[in-house]
Each structure stands twice: as structure tokens, then as C-alpha cells.
């Protein structure tokens, strides 16, 4: 059995990745005939280029929301985020302040080619 401590001294999440957002876009895909979008996010770091999926699904209508909490994710921000397996996490600040972390789902990632 685990000790009440060892839940207690649990290591706060970290973000080692850092990249800048230079493009957005959708994706798409058709349930029962009907057309849904989820919002998608270029990362660039110093190493890779990542394709990140918003893991918002629409609940009514076409378009899920944008990620990023209360302030969206634009082109241009400077994204802080982890990666475990298939999936990049950042932390985001919610409307009523608390603090979380959003997931994205990594769509494709490049390995970026040095400058010549």
C-alpha cells in the first residue's frame, strides 16, 4: 500500500516544451451526415514542428471551441507544454481563475531542418 505522503509529495506537472504558434486551421470529419470541425494549432519549436488537434468536440452545431482556457490560443503565443505519448498538454488559466491543463492530440509532428 502507498502512504498518505507519498500522494501528498507528488512532483507538480512540468511544461519542458516551448514553441510558437504560427498557424491555425480545422479539421473535419462527418457524423450522420453532418459536417464538425475542431480547431488546430502549428507549434514550432527549435526541434519540431507539431500539428495539435483542440480536443474540444462540438456539442451542438459544427465547431467545437478553441483551446488555450480563458485566453485563446493565437497565432503568435509562445506555448509552454508537455508531451505523454500521442498527446501535448499545456497549462491554461479557466474563466473563474482556477488553474488546469488542456489536452491537444498530436496530428503529425516534423523534425525541423537546421538553417543552411
Known sequence: ?????????????????EGKSVATGLTEWVVNSQHQHAHTYTVVTNAKSYLLECGHKPLFGSMGEECGGSKKLQIGDVIHFRIDKNQAYIPIT?????????????LSTETQRPDR
Open 1 to 17: 500500500m502507498l502512504s498518505v505522503t507519498a500522494f501528498a509529495n507528488k512532483e507538480p506537472k512540468t511544461y519542458p516544451e
Open 94 to 106: 479557466k474563466i473563474d481563475n482556477s488553474v488546469a491543463e488542456e489536452k491537444l492530440h498530436i
